[in-house]
DNA sequence: TCACTGACGAGACGCAGCGTCTCGTTCGTG
DNA sequence: CACGAACGAGACGCTGCGTCTCGTCAGTGA
């Protein structure tokens, strides 16, 4: 039996500007107000727009403030690459993904710098609201869960696994070592300790993070 | 000013029936509907209990939960003990904490095993829905968070301290290591992939944890 | 043993936000 | 330019919140 449901609406005559409205109504408020708070109503208000039309377009408010987060996400890519370029000059057509990981040679400095950065990352509260409700959201909601690893995370941890790659051809890593897998001993540490508060997270603990993944808990 | 608060409950009348009907009541709806859908009026009105006991000894539904499962926990581990001690003779009085990480000499087979059991109570539906909902508000909620990793998952990590310790004396992880870090080097992972649905969680996965961390991604 | 008294079960209350709906109005498309 | 669907606005009934007020019941201290 063919649909007779709803008729999903016409995305032709969709409004561009309600759209980013809404994106930033909603990303302003989980930071002001936290996630919990932050209500559809809310956000409606917050972004001059009719209830409905936050309801014709997504399916709650978990997948809102995904959507608003991914473009958050790709507008800071974007701006990081224009940067980039104009320092450094042309590197291709406008990167979709943020740039790799610095291949120096030297492994362990490439790594320790980017976890730098990225505990920098972590602390930038403009980030660290929106993607802690998400992470949070994701751990109860499998789907969404999943939807926000495959577009957000996933494509960040495939930089490491070219750089373990590239260490691998150069003799710094064995080549037997599955890199997704290799990946996870620096990371998920410091994932762990951010989402769970489980210790404080600082540049000498991520130092020290690649120094005992790289050498190993075991004398030599 | 001296308070005219609220003034205190008086904890030496409280009824335990209710006590533990709620925490029934709080764990049974979490495992059926999901923490989400699980609500104060649901819990009191499945406890057969009136709204205001529950506002009398909580502060949320979060802590409801986290006491509910402290609880659980608490009677799990008596209950295993309990089993170890019939099959094995007495060990001193009922413990308190799980038991500690076997100690047979061989660090690297003795932390696959306790990963393998871990990786099989990660997958207990029972544990699993009201632990996720505890990770998932405690993501979001500082306060809730810290107070679900002391009370739940430091006392778990600190045998993983011990147990390095004792590997150390034995020569078998260098002097130098920080034991605290150490055991992130494959615990973090595992919460991880189970966390963010980042990857498949298998025994083979946690065996392959355990020998990256020992012996490091560098060649030897 | 008994009187006291505060916790108890039950449920009414006003409020906030949900998700659906119905208005005119506006604006993109053909 | 005419069409019509998406739009802003907001009313609707509903659910759950957190507070409150009832009798009733049971633990405590005399």
Redesign the pocket.
């Known amino acids: 039996m063919a649909s007779n449901n709803p008729a999903p ?2 995305s ?4 561009e500007r ?1 759209r980013r ?1 809404i994106y930033d109504a909603a990303i302003a408020l989980v930071v002001e107000v936290g996630y919990p ?1 932050t ?4 956000i409606a208000a917050r972004a ?6 936050i ?3 997504w399916g ?2 978990a997948d809102v403030l995904l959507e608003a987060f991914l473009d958050l996400s790709e507008q800071a890519a974007r701006t990081a690459a224009q940067e980039h370029e104009n320092h450094e000059g042309q590197e291709g057509r406008a990167g979709h993904e943020s740039q790799g990981i610095p291949d120096t040679g030297d492994l362990a400095a490439d790594l320790k710098l980017v976890l730098r950065a990225t505990v920098d990352e972590l602390r930038d509260p403009g980030f660290e609201a929106p993607s802690r409700a998400l992470a949070a959201e994701g751990v109860v909601n499998e789907e969404l869960g999943r939807r926000f690893v495959a577009q957000l995370l996933e494509p960040q941890l495939q930089l490491y696994v070219d750089r373990l790659r590239s260490a691998q051809e150069a003799g710094q890593v064995r080549p037997d070592i599955d890199p997704r897998i290799a990946l996870e001993l620096f990371v998920s540490p410091l994932a762990q300790r951010w989402l769970q508060y489980t210790g404080p997270i600082t540049y000498e603990y991520t130092d020290t993070l690649v120094d005992y993944a790289l050498n190993g808990l075991a004398p030599r």
């Open positions: 609406p016409d032709t005559r969709r409004s309600s409205a708070k209500t559809i109503e809310g001059g727009v009719g209830k409905q039309t309801y014709r377009w709650s408010k």
